[in-house]
């Protein structure tokens, strides 16, 4: 591999003459642990940056330039995850951009779930066009889906995504929960303007559906600052709003994600809060993503990336565990958003969410 700063043992070499001491046996031999001690078990893999939504908090502008040809292959994919299999990774979500405009997305699902120690095979989608590819994702073993929602109101929907599609999309949802078993999450970014008027919908959205819907607290780059400091709430409202009203805090499964869930006695559905601004939030931190080039990034807003191309190429999954132990010390401990540093994340869809 070409030693550049950019890769994993030119990092691993920076870290030592930085002063800090990395001890071998820090690494267990079957499982990528950090210098927290925080096992890394999923992996979110971005299979394309591409997207066909503008998003106005993600991508206002729709997506710049040309998609790029060398996106990871079905070969790639396969020794990518195997490697990580390997090294205990028991969930892979596939991500993007929007990983439904990938053809053979069908057949990513179907490695996953071949690969040998990988249980759960999970999709992030904006849902657009989901009726037209839900037997195929079912029939290749998805088993977790979450959706994009961002508002329940078709005109905000639009106004949002640059997509007339919400009605399409709730149709869609409700065939999925009437004919797949499939589970099912739905996210919508916390904005000011919004967040009140979503909450009351999504309450009657999921009273008869065992449908999560979960508000995601709005999370600055450097391409949506003038709306987040527009649009940014805290998730205390909502907060308030849920225990006033009878809403119980739920407890995370383990191998859960970062969202806290509230029930009710009279709904079936959950609704959940992810907040990344909240105190200690990556302190269970258990994932570790992926770029449709092959660039692993050790936390979303680190300042560089790290790339194992040459091992996916190569079908070196030997080469591409070595490299993935070793760059377990260098795991950042917690994002810097609260002082609006993303670093290189420009926007969400460089590498999902
Ligand atoms: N295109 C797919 C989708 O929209 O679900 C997958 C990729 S998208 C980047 C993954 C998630 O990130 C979506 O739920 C989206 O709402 C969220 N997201 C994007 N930009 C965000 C931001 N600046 N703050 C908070 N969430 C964001
Ligand atoms: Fe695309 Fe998802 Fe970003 Fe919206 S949030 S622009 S759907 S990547």
């Known amino acids: 591999m070409k030693k550049s700063i950019h890769t ?3 990092a691993l070499a920076e870290h030592r003459l930085s002063g800090s001491v990395f001890h071998h046996s820090e690494l267990t031999p079957d499982h990528l642990t950090d210098h927290f001690h925080r096992k890394l078990t999923y992996l979110r893999l971005s299979v394309t940056d591409f997207c066909n939504f503008r998003c106005n908090y993600c991508l206002p502008n729709g ?3 040309k998609r790029p040809d060398n996106e990871l292959t079905l070969d790639e994919i396969s020794t990518l995850f195997t490697g990580f299999a390997a090294l205990g990774t028991t969930k892979v979500r596939l991500t993007g951009g929007e990983p439904s405009v990938r053809r053979d997305l069908p057949n990513i699902i179907a490695l996953t779930k071949s690969t040998a120690g990988i249980q759960t095979a999970c999709i992030s989608s904006n849902g657009y066009k989901l009726g037209k590819h839900l037997s195929a994702w079912r029939s290749a073993g998805l088993d ?3 959706i994009s929602i961002d508002s329940f109101d078709p005109a905000i929907f639009h106004q949002i995504t640059g997509h007339d599609s919400l009605p399409q999309l709730l149709h869609d ?3 999925l929960l009437d004919s797949t078993d499939i589970s099912l999450k739905l996210n919508g970014i916390l904005m000011a303007d919004t967040a009140y008027d979503n909450l ?3 309450l009657d959205f999921i009273k008869d559906r065992p449908v999560a819907y979960r508000f995601i607290e709005f999370m600055q780059t450097s391409d949506n600052s003038q709306l987040f400091f527009a649009q940014h709430a805290s998730s205390q409202h909502i907060k308030s709003y849920l225990q006033e009203h009878g809403w119980t805090a739920t407890a995370r499964p383990t191998d859960g994600g970062p969202a806290i869930e509230y029930s009710h006695p009279d709904y079936l559905g959950k609704i959940g809060l992810i907040e990344p601004y909240a105190p200690r939030f ?4 258990n994932r570790l993503r992926v770029s449709s080039l092959g660039k692993v990034h050790l936390c979303l807003f680190d300042h560089q990336n790290y ?3 040459t091992y996916l190429s190569a079908g070196d999954t030997d080469g591409l565990i070595g490299a993935l132990q070793g760059l377990m010390p260098i795991k950042p401990e917690h994002h810097h958003l609260h002082s609006a540093d993303s670093g290189i994340m420009r926007n969400l869809s460089m590498v999902g969410g």
């Open 307 to 309: 790339d194992i191309r």
């Open 173 to 175: 949802i409700d065939k």
């Open 200 to 202: 009351m919908a999504a």
């Open 282 to 285: 990556c302190d269970n931190c």
């Open 8 to 10: 994993p043992s030119a």
């Open 144 to 146: 977790k889906l979450n």
């Open 63 to 65: 997506y710049q330039g």
